[in-house]
């Protein structure tokens, strides 16, 4: 099989997800066509050699519809010869996207493949696609459907965190997150996004809040407890499912679950050969990828799960794994991953995740690759995992691996 | 065949449709009513002098009261031959959207129909009201109208499902959908259910005046190009649409669990229904009711909620050669809790009460406790004095002169009970019936005390009185068929629903209901996550988990009974295996809910919630091997059910219908099987034996199947194949 390399990585900072949002003013089209446009002319790259570019979108309605990835290959004045397919796997759409793009140059469908995602959720809100799976009577009674918070909340309470245990990992992620800015370790990725006259609308991740404590966290209300007890009374739900548990601890809250915001990502992926013509040092093989399904109610409990399959298919244990990154949908997940297979906090998402800094659905996926590729480079070590939870209980994950 | 509906031609060319379906007082779906009203359409669809028609009732009792309950026996499971080429799903499809496309039909015959209703319209009644064009009701508040199928399991199968989101919204029709809630004449106009609502004796002209100035009006909004569905469109990018469903299944699924079909059914009809057209909609309708119809669940909840019942509440069981024995005054022994709300039901009833207690304290304070109940139901003032007035509080036996019948709640020890039974006897004689409202004591030692052991008899009542909904009359050795009569009277005074059976320690209901409990203590004691066990009870559609229904009853109370179980029966008394686990609660003074800790922790102003020493306290901690939930469901139910075939292998039971109305209504077992034999039947006794015997096997003797049930099994019985068999 054809070796696949990572070429180039780039993010946009992400702007909260609300009317006041810097990005709100953004199309999402735009931020998908200026992250192609930044590998592209940072790289030299003919797009021609471009075979195809994957994007993840979790909401594709409205002007995120009709294949966004596609559109934004021409918006972005790429050669009317490359492909684009929008591709939708919940929270890890970005990282599937470049699994599925590494996977065209390996079987050698694809020379360069750029895979990554976009989403604007202060445009187009989550939820606004429909669900069969929450909304269709027959198939939420079946699947025991609950939002994801309700998960997140039964993972820590059958797991034993507890109020406290979340909010200083959401503290430390915050933390995390304001020293590598300060410290300048996403320069390397980092696209301002410009407007329509070409002036910078936002040139660093919006959502942060570096001062947090955890004095501050612990005056937020929990997000889930209304929805979990009252109307419509999910935790009973979970209790249907998991009824060795006699009370969900309600945990979560918007200070440590991931937030929401508007942002794009992309990542060039081709093979020696591409590399070569164009004077592009790899900077690291993909070694190995999976996704897994797993229970769907809990449904954040994947990672785990996802971690152990690629780390099989890789022939690796987690011993041989330098770095590890999570997306921080919730601090539970992080929490619960850690413990499961046994994770020192000092080797994963160290320079902090999306409590702090956002999680733009569709794109997160291949913004925090990029962000272990650079903090590999940066430190100089060799391999990383990334793994993302993932709606209706999947995982997705890829191991690095830089050369 | 008879005629159901009558016709009348007006000069204006209006067809009066009167429905009277003969030989019942209320208006039902039958046969004949469809073959009419199948003729009225052809009419109106043929008949150019016919320009419109008015549906009404000939009945004073109401509109119509929907499908004959009785009558839907042949639905269920009917052995009636396939006809060729279909399957068994598709001819009971054709079977139930008969109805359906014939509703259609009425309101696609192309001429204005209005409704003149009169009365109550529920269920198929109100279907059919939904059908035309036009709505009037008579201004009368008690009206009722509404679908309330769900009750029974089942759901509206005549367009209920779709023509009721299309008038009033898909949140709102929900709501009355799946909690079967009535709505009055008033609200039905707020919703666009009604169209007029005009005084009784001006619904036929307003519904004709309507039909004479709309020739164009048979025509549904749901039939018209521009029709917009209240609430907003029905599709699944529309956030309302979506919120509606999400929330709306949730909360379904909270309050039905994962037992209910019909529930779910509805709400599948409605979701997919909605999106399509009419003519598409009933269809999809008639395919998920099918499928309800098609589960024994329906049949079974019909049997015993409704069928058995009302038979019960008639007098079923009722000795037929015995004067009906009303009674006047009862004198009411001991005003505690039990005895309070047995005189509040009785003086509600209009029965004189005399409420005797030992201290004129106590007998006052068993008064008050139904002035206070009458005032939190904001009785009105006047109401509630008639009530009290007809109590009377008492210490002097002498004021028991002239009560025609005794219940006795005095404390639960056979000496203070044969004490006030004999100073009774002294002022009445032994010619009054004397009830005992004992819940353990068997009732034939006790009527040792009463001169004529044929005049006493077991009245069981359950706590809080006032509220809960059955009596189980028992029958001692030597009680006769006077005092069953009398007893029985009595429960249908006070409007509740009874069940007789015969005397054993605990009778029916505490015998069987007591083996829940034991099955949790006996999971407890092994080490059984406790949250495990609580959530499996409450799940299998018991009303409480077994420990906090034992804290709640006091662990001090269950350790008494034990005790005085184990001097009663000596040598032939065989502990439960959750014995030690209240001994030990008990020696550590866990009493239940009473001194606030118990399995349970009772934070003052707070939640309970399990005591979280538990395990490690009463099974030296949590056992490594923990049970699936199935495996806890299967022994809490399996449990009862061998308790409820054992009392009818010994006679305490005689009837499957007594065992199911006590299981439901005593001790609210599960109400979607039917209750525990309609639950045998429908497993099958060979696979209930089969499952016991490895329950047994397992866990012991307390599992084993009592030879009834395998001889059943050998025969391919059941038990209501044999009570038909009986009866027959």
Not at chain 1, 118 to 133: C, F, L, T
Not at chain 2, 267 to 284: K, N
Not at chain 2, 305 to 317: D, H, I, T, Y
Not at chain 2, 690 to 716: I, V
Request: charged share 20%.
């Amino acid at each position: 099989m054809t070796e696949a390399y990572i070429y180039d990585a780039v993010r946009t900072p992400r702007g909260k997800g609300k009317k006041d949002g810097k990005l709100h003013e953004i199309t999402p089209i735009q931020l998908a066509t200026q992250v192609l446009q930044a590998v592209r002319d940072r790289t030299g790259i003919d797009t021609a050699d471009v075979d195809d570019v994957v994007l993840g979108c979790v909401s594709p309605v409205g002007e995120q519809g009709s294949d966004i990835a596609r559109v934004a290959v021409l918006n972005a004045d790429y050669a009317e010869t490359t492909a684009g397919v929008q591709i939708n796997r919940f929270c890890a759409s970005g990282l599937e996207a470049t699994n599925m793009a590494a996977a065209k140059v390996m079987t050698g469908e694809a020379m360069f493949a750029i895979g990554g995602g976009v989403e604007s959720m202060s445009r187009v809100p989550m939820g606004s696609d429909g669900a069969a799976w929450a909304m269709d009577p027959a198939v939420a009674y079946k699947t025991y459907f609950a939002p994801q918070g309700i998960g997140a909340d039964l993972i820590a309470t059958k797991y034993g965190f507890s109020r406290n245990d979340v909010d200083a990992y959401a503290m430390e992620s915050q933390a995390r997150a304001a020293r590598a800015w300060a410290e300048g370790r996403f320069k390397k990725s980092i696209v301002p996004v410009k407007d329509v006259i070409g002036e910078v609308v936002l040139a660093h991740d919006e959502h942060m809040r570096p001062g947090t404590d955890m004095q501050s966290l612990g005056s937020l209300a929990p997000a889930f407890q209304a929805i979990g007890e009252a109307m419509p009374g999910f935790d009973a739900i979970a209790l249907m499912r998991y009824p060795e548990v006699e009370k969900i601890n309600h945990v979560h809250h918007g200070g440590n679950s991931s937030g929401i915001v508007d942002g794009a990502s992309a990542i060039l992926i081709g093979n020696k050969e591409m590399g070569e013509k164009y004077g592009l040092k790899p900077r690291a093989r993909i070694r190995a990828m999976a996704s897994i399904g797993s229970e769907p109610m809990i449904m954040l409990t994947g990672p785990e799960f996802v971690a152990q399959k690629v780390l099989q298919r890789a022939g690796m244990t987690k011993d041989d794994i330098d770095l590890f990154e999570l997306n921080e949908a919730f601090a539970s997940v992080v929490l619960r991953y850690m413990q499961a297979l046994n994770i020192p906090h000092d080797r994963i998402n160290v320079n902090g995740g999306a409590i702090a800094m956002g999680h733009p659905l569709g794109a997160t996926g291949a913004m925090i690759l990029g962000t272990v590729l650079d903090e590999l480079e940066r430190t100089g070590k060799g391999t990383a995992m990334v793994n993302l939870c993932v709606g209706a209980g999947m995982g997705t994950g890829t191991i690095i691996e830089r050369v | 065949m008879t005629t159901a509906i009558h016709t009348e031609l007006d000069a204006d060319g209006i067809l009066l449709l009167t429905i009277d379906v003969p030989g019942q007082s209320m208006n039902v779906i039958t046969p004949e009513v469809q073959a009419d009203l199948a003729a009225a359409i052809e009419r109106l669809k043929t008949d150019d002098a016919v320009k419109g028609a008015v549906l009404t009732s000939g009945k004073a009792s109401g509109f119509m009261a929907g499908a004959d309950l009785k009558g839907m026996g042949a639905l269920f499971g009917s052995g009636a031959a396939l006809p060729e080429g279909k399957s068994k799903m598709a001819a009971l499809f054709d079977g139930v959207f008969s109805l359906n496309r014939l509703l259609r039909d009425l309101e696609t015959c192309g001429k204005p129909v209005a409704a003149a209703v009169n009365g109550l319209a529920l269920g198929g009644g109100l279907e059919f009201v939904l059908a035309c064009h036009y709505r009037v009701i008579a201004d009368n508040p008690k009206i009722t109208l509404g679908l309330p199928e769900i009750m029974v399991g089942l759901f509206p199968g005549a367009g209920g499902t779709q023509r009721l989101p299309r008038l009033m919204g898909i949140q709102p029709a929900l709501m009355y959908l799946l909690q079967g809630k009535n709505m009055s004449p008033q609200e039905a106009l707020g919703f666009g259910v009604a169209q007029a609502v005009v005084p009784a004796d001006q619904i036929i002209e307003t519904a004709k005046a309507w039909v004479k100035a709309n020739p164009n009006g048979g025509v549904q909004p749901w039939d018209s190009k521009n029709f917009k569905m209240p609430g907003g469109p029905a599709t699944a990018l529309n956030p309302n649409f979506a919120q509606t469903f999400v929330g709306g299944t949730a909360m379904t699924h909270v309050n039905a669990g994962d037992n209910m079909n019909a529930p779910r059914a509805i709400l599948s009809a409605v979701y997919e229904g909605a999106q399509v057209p009419m003519d598409l909609a009933i269809r999809i309708e008639s395919k998920y009711f099918a499928k309800v119809v098609a589960d024994p669940q329906a049949g079974n909840m019909i049997r015993s909620l409704f069928v058995s019942k009302q038979a019960a509440e008639k007098g079923a069981r009722r000795p037929k050669d015995v004067a009906p024995a009303p009674t006047k005054k009862v004198a009411m022994l001991g005003a505690g809790l039990m005895g309070a709300g047995i005189a509040m039901v009785s003086a509600q009833a209009g029965i004189e009460v005399v409420l005797l207690d030992t201290s004129i304290e106590a007998a006052e304070k068993g008064k008050a406790y139904t002035a206070d109940r009458l005032a939190k139901k904001k009785t009105p003032a006047d109401k509630a004095q008639a009530i009290l007035d007809r109590i009377k509080p008492t210490t002097d036996y002498a004021d028991l002169a002239g009560c025609d019948l005794v219940i006795e709640a005095v404390f639960e020890t056979r000496e203070i009970k044969a004490g006030v039974t004999k100073q009774t006897e002294a002022v009445l004689g032994p010619d009054v019936i004397f009830g005992s409202n004992t819940s353990t004591l068997p009732i034939t030692g006790l009527a040792e005390a009463w001169s004529k052991p044929e005049n006493f008899i077991g009245i069981h009542f359950f706590s809080p009185v006032e509220r809960m909904p059955l009596v189980e009359i028992i029958v001692g050795k030597k009680t006769g068929p006077a005092a069953i009569a009398k007893a029985l009277d009595y429960v249908a005074q006070i409007r509740k629903t009874p069940i007789v059976v015969n005397d054993s320690r605990g009778f029916y209901t505490s015998r069987c209901f007591g083996t829940y409990v034991q099955e949790g203590l006996a999971l407890l004691g092994e080490g059984t996550v406790p949250a495990l066990i609580e959530n499996v009870g409450k799940q299998m559609g018991m009303p409480v988990g077994p420990l906090a229904v034992n804290d709640e009853v006091g662990l001090d109370l269950s350790y008494k009974v034990a005790q005085q179980t184990k001097k009663d029966l000596g040598d032939a008394y065989k502990g439960g295996p959750g014995e030690t686990v209240i001994e030990k609660m008990n020696e550590l003074s866990r009493f239940g809910r009473k001194n606030a800790k118990g399995f349970y922790v009772y934070p003052e102003g707070g939640k309970k919630y399990l005591w979280p020493e538990l395990v490690q306290t009463v099974a030296g901690g949590l056992a490594e091997d923990q049970p699936s939930a199935a495996e806890v469901k299967e022994r809490l139910l399996y449990r009862q059910l061998v308790e409820c075939a054992r009392c009818f292998a010994e006679g305490v039971l005689e009837t499957p219908q007594d065992g199911d109305l006590g299981a439901i209504f005593g001790w609210g077992f599960a109400p979607f099987t039917g209750g525990p034999f309609s639950h045998m039947d429908t497993v099958g006794i060979a696979n209930v034996v089969a499952t016991l015997d490895r329950l047994a096997q397992r866990h012991g003797e307390r599992f084993a199947p009592p030879q009834l049930l395998r001889d059943m099994a050998a025969r391919g019985d059941s038990f209501y194949a044999m009570a038909a068999k009986q009866a027959a």
